[in-house]
């Protein structure tokens, strides 16, 4: 295992245990959930275990991992999406989250061009689009 690999699981272990930030100082990768400071009881990890180089950093571990935050995404962002692993990204415009569920506007349409409110479908896979 590689360090980016490490820091990858690593830090998908400690988002599964509710940390959400990580700040590297003085050679060391600290952990905390939403509110929590650095303190000498505080998780940590040596930096030369990991792939980070840079000292004096804070890091979203959701945005390290790619992980996105649906409920907080504006209506008609680019995303791309898909039903099944196997098929291609199809590109289309975020509509709504709900139930777990993320929508899209059919064929491509925005809020804007939809023909009407309900023109949505919700994908099984789904990422934002790099634009």
């Not at 599964?16 to 060391?28: M, P, S, W």
């Not at 840079?54 to 890091?59: F, G, L, V």
């Not at 099944?84 to 509509?95: I, L, N, P, S």
């Not at 506007?105 to 634009?131: F, H, R």
């Amino acid at each position: 295992m590689n360090d980016k690999q490490f820091t990858d699981e690593l830090f998908r272990r400690m988002y599964d245990l509710g940390y959400r930030k990580a700040e590297i100082e003085n050679g060391t990768v600290f952990f905390y959930k939403n509110c929590g400071r650095i303190s000498q009881w505080s998780d940590r990890v040596d930096i030369r275990s990991t792939c980070f180089t840079e000292e004096n950093q804070r890091i979203d571990i959701a945005e390290y991992l790619g992980i996105v935050d649906w409920s907080k995404v504006a209506v008609d962002t680019p995303i791309l999406v898909k039903q099944y692993e196997q098929d291609e990204w199809e590109k289309r415009h975020f509509a709504y989250f709900k139930d777990e569920r993320v929508y899209a506007w059919l064929c491509g349409a925005t809020s804007w061009s939809a023909d009407y409110e309900g023109d949505t479908t919700d994908w099984n896979l789904v990422k934002l689009a790099e634009v």
